[in-house]
Nanobody
Framework: QVQLVESGGGLVQAGDSLRLSCAASGRTFRRYAMGWFRQAPGKEREFVAAINCSGSSTLLIDSVKGRFTISRDSAKNTVYLQMNSLKPEDTAVYYC????????????????????WGQGTQVTVSS
């Protein structure tokens, strides 16, 4: 069992930065690939980024490449999403999730393949 708690969301202006954190409970954090998803009002939850168990490999969707970075600190059982140059279209509730079935080579992007989810943190970017 893994419990995930996100933090770091807020209201910012376009061009600003935020760093989201996702703290995980349990000793098995290192066994999970971790992902960040987001859900805007009226839209489906979408994959944003993922990182493998060791932190050596990451994947980001095209719309955030060059602006967002995903990282993890296994000593702190925490995964981060650094978001720079934020845009109004980044406005959403951001969720972190744990995937026990990832090969670490191919990242899974489907919502239903992730085992555990946090409660989400709101990010609002004003223009």
């Amino acid at each position: 069992q893994v419990q995930l708690v996100e933090s770091g969301g807020g209201l910012v202006q376009a061009g600003d930065s935020l760093r989201l954190s996702c703290a995980a409970s349990g000793r098995t954090f290192r066994r999970y690939a971790m992902g960040w998803f987001r859900q805007a009002p009226g839209k489906e939850r979408e994959f944003v980024a993922a990182i493998n168990c060791s932190g050596s490999s990451t994947l980001l969707i095209d719309s955030v490449k060059g602006r967002f970075t995903i990282s993890r600190d296994s000593a702190k059982n925490t995964v981060y999403l650094q978001m720079n140059s934020l845009k109004p279209e980044d406005t959403a509730v951001y969720y972190c999730a744990a995937d026990s079935g990832s090969s670490g080579v191919v990242f899974r992007q489907r919502v239903d393949l992730y085992d555990y989810w946090g409660q989400g943190t709101q990010v609002t970017v004003s223009s």
